[in-house]
């Protein structure tokens, strides 16, 4: 049983087209995450909620919006896909926003040509 | 603003060989500091915390010593295998609910 599930595993698209990676988690934990991680390899938060509201939302773009339907899931679309999106998106959960025991899921790795 | 830093980016070693990896981080004032680690196409792992008031935290072969003034933290593997082979992450937390800010990693090669 996979704790954080992430769809699709790899995501190749055109720029200009509108996407979306779905999240879910199985753990029965209150926060979920999206990271971002370049090419070079920095991992950055993006966005947080907790129970199905948002917490953390950085600086990004606002082409990039998530949507928690329930605390169980948390999707990220992006609409007018840009070069620059290329990179691997995770998505993880914990117990609550102040708990330390992340769960990462595998990845989306999203290349934009 | 908190920066995280982890030198050197990649480190090979053989097997058997105790080791230290290193972070550094630039605001003294955190809440805490987590070590993760990522294995190729995977997601990261938790591997401890160290809250800012301890000095240190140990799970099997690892340990993870934390000195606040001086803004770094080790991690210690003891006896390295092969299966140690991943990037390992550096994060710090400054504040109880804030999100946490994560160095690039060290990718660890253990040669058999």
């Known amino acids: 049983d996979t704790a954080v599930s992430q769809t699709p595993k790899y995501l190749v698209t055109q720029m200009g087209n509108d996407k979306s990676i779905k999240c879910e988690q199985n753990?029965?934990?209150?926060?979920m995450y999206w990271y971002k991680q370049d090419s070079k390899k920095f991992l950055k938060i993006m966005f947080s909620?907790?129970?199905?509201?948002?917490?953390i939302n950085e600086t990004v773009p606002n082409r990039f919006s998530p949507k928690s339907p329930d605390k169980a899931h948390l999707n990220l679309h992006i609409n007018s896909l840009e070069l620059g999106d290329s990179a691997v998106y995770f998505c993880?959960?914990?117990?609550?926003?102040?708990?330390?025991?992340?769960?990462f899921g595998s990845g989306t790795r999203l290349t934009v040509v | 603003k908190q920066e995280v830093t982890q030198i050197p980016a990649a480190l090979s070693v053989p097997e058997g060989e105790n080791l230290v990896l290193n972070c550094s981080f630039t605001d003294s004032a955190i809440y805490n500091l987590q070590w993760f680690r990522q294995d190729p196409g995977k997601g990261l792992t938790s591997l401890l915390l160290i809250q800012s008031s301890q000095r240190e935290q140990t799970s099997g072969r690892l340990n993870a010593s934390l000195d606040k003034s001086s803004g770094r933290s080790t991690l210690y593997i003891a006896a390295s295998q092969p299966g140690d082979s991943a990037t390992y992450l550096c994060a710090v937390r400054p504040r109880a609910n804030s999100k946490l800010t994560f160095g690039k990693g060290i990718t660890l090669s253990v040669r058999p």
């Open positions: 909620y907790n129970n199905k509201e948002l917490i």
């Open positions: 753990l029965g934990h209150d926060t």
């Open positions: 993880a959960s914990s117990q609550d926003q102040f708990s330390w025991g992340y769960t």
